[in-house]
């Protein structure tokens, strides 16, 4: 167990944030953590810090996870069972997965951040969460102090969200997570996004895991920026779900809105769209600004504070809320 005092958290978080710790304990194995006296102190678990915006100095104690390990647990025929430890790169999982020719992570490549933290928000794209792969999420629960374990329906999952965003949030540390991937007989999800156009484009009809991956990746890289060059954390506001009436209202002053069915008579709208029609893309505000190709992501242009960023988060959360009469939420933690 390695601890540092006194340390700037900007090496620790892709939106680039000057803020302070008094303390970072760096957790490699689960033992340590059995033995982490935290003294009551507040604890924060860090992986990647790519879905963290930090708006004050820390004060308490950071969780460094560098927890790693992978194994195949189980393997049939069609399927194959993995235990990850949450320590490892997500993208370098996929990529892992994609080289076996095992199916069911592809569309999650290039996200950023820890397998730890995947669960947390269950993150998801191109019509893909971890949700549809995942057996069991193992913590280690600094209230009982003892070393727990979770199902799939256990987790509560739901969009961008999970148990331990909710009653766990703050007692525990993920330390594995279960995934279980396809050998064969594999549905391709290619309904989403540009996957479609591109697959066309370039002449593709045979699918494999590394096909579609290489594509989801070049298409985030022509989107998103690249945290190593440009600070920011992914979306930050959630898609809005709304009713049928809401939607209708809105249908009316916006004939091209853009929004997919949920369950249950619900429409999800698209939060960048939303914040286009308010002629948000672009806007800046003291060093913060939104990305130009991709609105819905608030990039540190310019020596930005975490506060200056949630000024403007708050900024567009009002425009779009006058727009629209719909309230942003933040898919960003914020601290
Ligand atoms: C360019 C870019 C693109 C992105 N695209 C997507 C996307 O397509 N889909 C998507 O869903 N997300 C996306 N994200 C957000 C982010 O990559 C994910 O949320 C990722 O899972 C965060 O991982 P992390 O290790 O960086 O987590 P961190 O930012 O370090 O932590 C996030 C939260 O999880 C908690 N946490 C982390 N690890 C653990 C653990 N081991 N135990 C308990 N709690 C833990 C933290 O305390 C914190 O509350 C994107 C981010 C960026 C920068």
């Not at 396809?182 to 391709?188: A, D, E, I, L, Q």
């Not at 920011?232 to 049928?244: D, I, L, Q, R, T």
Request: net charge neutral; aromatic share 8%; charged share 25%.
């Amino acid at each position: 167990m390695k601890i540092l005092k006194n340390l700037s958290l900007l090496p620790y978080n892709t939106f680039k944030i000057n803020a302070l710790a008094n303390e970072m304990v760096v957790i490699e194995n689960d033992n340590e953590l059995e033995n982490l006296h935290l003294n009551q102190k507040p604890f924060l678990v860090l992986g990647g810090g790519s879905n963290i915006l930090f708006t004050k100095n820390f004060d308490g104690i950071i969780l460094k996870n560098e927890i790693k390990g992978k194994a195949i647990i189980d393997e049939t025929e069609e399927e194959i069972a993995l235990n990850i430890k949450s320590g490892e790169n997500w993208h370098e999982i996929v990529m892992w997965s994609v080289e076996n020719n095992w199916n069911g992570i592809e569309n999650l490549a290039l996200i950023p951040g820890t397998v730890g933290a995947a669960p947390v928000q269950n993150i998801g794209a191109y019509g893909v969460e971890i949700k549809d792969v995942l057996q069991y999420v193992r913590f280690y629960n600094f209230e009982t102090r003892k070393f727990e374990q979770l199902n799939n329906s256990e987790c509560q999952f739901g969009y961008r969200d999970s148990i331990f965003k909710r009653s766990l949030k703050n007692k525990i540390f993920i330390t594995d997570i279960g995934i279980k991937l396809k050998k064969k007989n594999h549905h391709y999800k290619t309904d989403y996004g540009n996957i479609k156009d591109e697959l066309k484009k370039q002449n593709i009809s045979e699918l494999s895991p590394r096909m579609i991956a290489n594509i989801v990746i070049q298409i985030r890289k022509s989107k998103l920026p690249d945290p190593a060059e440009i600070g920011n954390a992914g979306s930050f506001f959630k898609n809005p779900e709304v009713s049928e009436e809401v939607l209708s209202k809105i249908k009316n002053q916006f004939p091209n809105v853009i929004y997919f069915p949920t369950n249950e008579n619900r429409f999800k709208l698209a939060a960048g769209w939303m914040i286009e029609q308010c002629g948000l893309r672009g806007f800046e505000h003291k060093g913060a600004a939104v990305h130009t190709r991709q609105a819905l992501v608030i990039i540190n242009k310019q020596n930005a504070t975490g506060e200056s960023i949630l000024e403007l988060a708050q900024i567009i959360i009002e425009k779009v809320y006058q727009t629209f009469g719909v309230k942003l939420e933040p898919e960003v933690n914020i601290l």
